[in-house]
């Protein structure tokens, strides 16, 4: 059984840094990871991705230059590094993992979901 686990969201003044955590685990071949936000009444966007060997990383051009995605496959960890955040980063961030090589930015390019961890950015 596929699970992901996000962990690091909270409260954050405008500026501040963030890192949020998302442990796979049940997956035993090479795998992509994404991560996504979302705010109520909109549609849960792409933020940033990473390919199954961590060599290729995709940003949205909203978190470019503040955010960081990295993996560690021996923590089956997928880390997003965010910094400099703004008010507009508030959201429900979620991790979202599939087999493959490189990370769709759609939502229905992705077999399984965390359960998402909360980001608050007050100004």
């Known amino acids: 059984q596929v699970q992901l686990v996000e962990s690091g969201g909270g409260l954050a003044q405008a500026g501040d840094s963030l890192r949020l955590s998302c442990v796979v685990s049940?997956?035993?071949?090479?795998?992509?990871v994404g991560w996504f936000r979302q705010v109520p009444g909109k549609e849960r966007e792409f933020i940033a991705g990473?390919?199954?060997?961590?060599?290729?990383?995709y940003y949205a051009d909203s978190v470019k230059g503040r955010f960081t995605i990295s993996r560690d496959d021996a923590k089956n960890t997928i880390d997003l590094q965010m910094n400099s955040l703004k008010p507009e980063d508030t959201a429900k961030y979620y991790c979202?993992?599939?087999?493959?090589?490189?990370?769709?930015?759609?939502?229905?390019?992705?077999?399984?979901w965390g359960q998402g961890t909360q980001v608050s950015v007050s100004s």
């Open positions: 049940g997956i035993s071949k090479s795998y992509v």
């Open positions: 979202a993992a599939s087999l493959g090589l490189l990370p769709p930015r759609r939502t229905d390019g992705y077999d399984y």
């Open positions: 990473i390919s199954w060997n961590g060599s290729s990383r």
